[in-house]
């Protein structure tokens, strides 16, 4: 394998505008203290979670390469759409079959946040259920696409986040949601997939990358307005 690293934009640059769009969203928000104590009461500051945001959206250019399938007619060069979502199937790099890849912006950050957050939040107990809650849901509703990977609704992820936290644990339900909404994503529509990998045909299978990054990504951005600003409703008084 001669390449670790593999670059390409996960989704159409017109999505991009979208998140782009979602994230301008929550700096406005944060401006006007909207967001700032839902964001305190996932253990973080505003200013931060908007620098992960951001991390999270310029590290989904980049793949690491993990490991390699055996050659098999791969699809590529093409806009495949699914769910009214257009993804465009990257081009093959240096070695045939597919490349199984991690993504940086769709996996690796949100996987050390949800960590940091599970143990900061001691939701290692209720945690670990809702991912799997969540992850169950994803792997149910997710969808192999030939030459693309495993795809999934953006809003179900989200939806089923914000819930699942608020019904779980209404007092660390912001920080459940994230946790939820990224692992469950990744656990749900990638990992339990992977064997279905080498039927799609697709040049590079991206762990939280084409099919499961937007999902992930808006989980962070509106899970955390769903589920912490009702749970927080009841301590506005404490917030300082």
Do not use: C, K
């Amino acid at each position: 394998m001669h390449q670790s690293q593999i670059h390409y934009l996960p989704l159409p640059p017109f999505f991009y505008l979208f998140l782009i769009g979602a994230l301008a969203l929550v700096f406005f928000l944060i401006q006007f203290g909207v967001l700032t104590y839902a964001y305190r009461r996932i253990g973080l500051s505003a200013n931060s979670a908007l620098l992960l945001l951001i991390a999270s959206l310029l590290g989904s250019y980049v793949n690491i390469a993990v490991a390699r399938l055996p050659e098999v007619q791969t699809r590529a060069q093409e806009v495949v759409d699914f769910f009214g979502e257009h993804y465009v199937v990257p081009v093959p790099v240096d070695w045939p079959g597919t490349v199984i890849a991690v993504n940086v912006g769709g996996a690796v950050i949100p996987a050390l946040l949800s960590l940091y957050l599970i143990l900061r939040n001691r939701i290692w107990i209720v945690g670990p259920i809702a991912i799997g809650i969540v992850g169950a849901i994803v792997y149910v509703l997710a969808s192999p696409v030939p030459g693309v990977g495993i795809t999934v609704p953006f809003f179900i992820p989200l939806l089923a986040a914000a819930v699942v936290s608020l019904v779980l644990s209404w007092e660390r339900a912001a920080p459940l949601a994230y946790v939820a909404g990224s692992l469950g994503t990744l656990i749900g529509a990638d990992l339990m997939h992977l064997p279905q990998i080498e039927e799609i045909g697709a040049p590079i299978a991206s762990i939280g990358g084409a099919g499961t990054f937007d999902s992930v990504f808006l989980t962070g951005v509106l899970a955390v307005l769903l589920a912490g600003i009702p749970s927080g409703w009841g301590h506005r008084s404490t917030a300082y």
